[in-house]
C-alpha cells in the first residue's frame, strides 16, 4: 500500500471509529510498524489533519473534519470507473449519460499518479445476453423515487395481458438484461415488481405517496424473504 492510500485509510478509520484508536491497533490494520505508524501520523498534523491523542493513549480525529470527495484510493477509484462503465452500457439514457460524463470529469480531479487506473483500466464490465429495451424514460420514474410520486402506467404481463395500475415506487433494480420497478400497486394492494420493458406508458402523478418512504421500504423489504420475482 503507497503511503498516500495508508494516509487516507488511517483518516477513514478515525472517522469512522466511536472510541479513540491506539497506535498499535492503527499498526496492526496498516501492517506497518510503531514507528511508520507515529511518522503518519506526525505527517497528517503537519497537513492540519485535526488529529488529537498522543502514542499509548489513542487518536482521535474532530467531528467536523471531512475529506474532499475525491480523494480516493486505487481500489475505491476502480471501483468507480467499473461501475460507471457497467451503468453506461446498463442504464437508461440519461443515467448512462450521467456515468460518462463522471467518468471524463474524473481525471481532472484525482491526483496525477491516479490518472493512470483512467487511462489504462484493465477492468471492464462484460454482457452476455442484451438488454431489453424499455418502452419509455426510465429517467421519469427514477424522478418519481426521489420526489416521492405516485406513478400511472400501462403494464403488460408475461402473458401479454394489459392493465392500468397506479403504483408506489420505491427502488429500480438493475439486472443484467431488465430493469425492475419494486413498488406498492394500488390495483393489488399489495407490493408487486414491474419489468421497465413490459410499460407501454409511464405517467408521474402529481400526488404524493401517502405513506412516509421509510415505512414503505422497510415494509418491502420486510416480505422480501422469498426471491422477488417479476408479475
Request: net charge neutral; charged share 30%.
Amino acid at each position: 500500500m503507497r503511503r498516500t492510500e495508508r494516509l487516507f485509510g488511517i483518516i477513514q478509520t478515525l472517522r469512522t471509529a466511536r472510541a479513540p484508536v491506539t497506535g498499535r491497533a492503527l499498526s496492526e490494520a496498516f501492517e506497518v510498524s510503531l514507528r511508520t505508524l507515529y511518522r503518519d501520523m506526525t505527517e497528517l498534523v503537519a497537513q492540519r489533519v485535526p488529529i488529537r491523542g498522543e502514542a499509548g493513549m489513542g487518536y482521535v480525529i474532530d467531528n467536523d473534519f471531512d475529506m474532499p470527495p475525491l480523494m480516493l484510493t486505487v481500489d475505491e477509484l476502480e471501483a468507480a470507473v467499473l461501475g460507471a462503465a457497467w451503468v453506461a452500457q446498463r442504464g437508461d439514457a440519461a443515467l448512462a449519460r450521467g456515468a460518462r460524463d463522471l467518468v471524463a470529469k474524473l481525471p481532472a480531479a484525482v491526483p496525477e499518479h491516479l490518472r493512470t487506473v483512467l487511462l489504462d483500466g484493465g477492468l471492464k464490465p462484460l454482457s452476455l445476453q442484451a438488454s431489453e429495451v424499455d418502452g419509455f424514460d426510465v429517467s421519469d420514474i427514477r424522478a418519481a423515487i426521489r420526489d416521492r410520486k405516485k406513478v400511472a402506467i400501462q403494464y403488460a404481463d408475461g402473458e401479454g395481458k394489459a392493465t392500468e395500475r397506479v403504483i408506489w415506487p420505491i427502488l429500480i433494480g438493475y439486472a443484467e438484461d431488465v430493469r425492475v420497478v419494486a413498488a406498492h400497486c394500488e390495483l393489488r394492494g399489495d407490493f408487486r415488481h414491474f419489468r421497465t420493458d413490459r410499460m407501454a406508458q409511464v405517467d408521474v402523478l402529481d400526488c404524493a405517496i401517502p405513506e412516509r418512504f421509510a415505512n414503505l421500504r422497510r415494509r418491502w423489504e420486510r416480505l422480501q424473504a422469498a426471491s422477488g420475482v417479476c408479475q
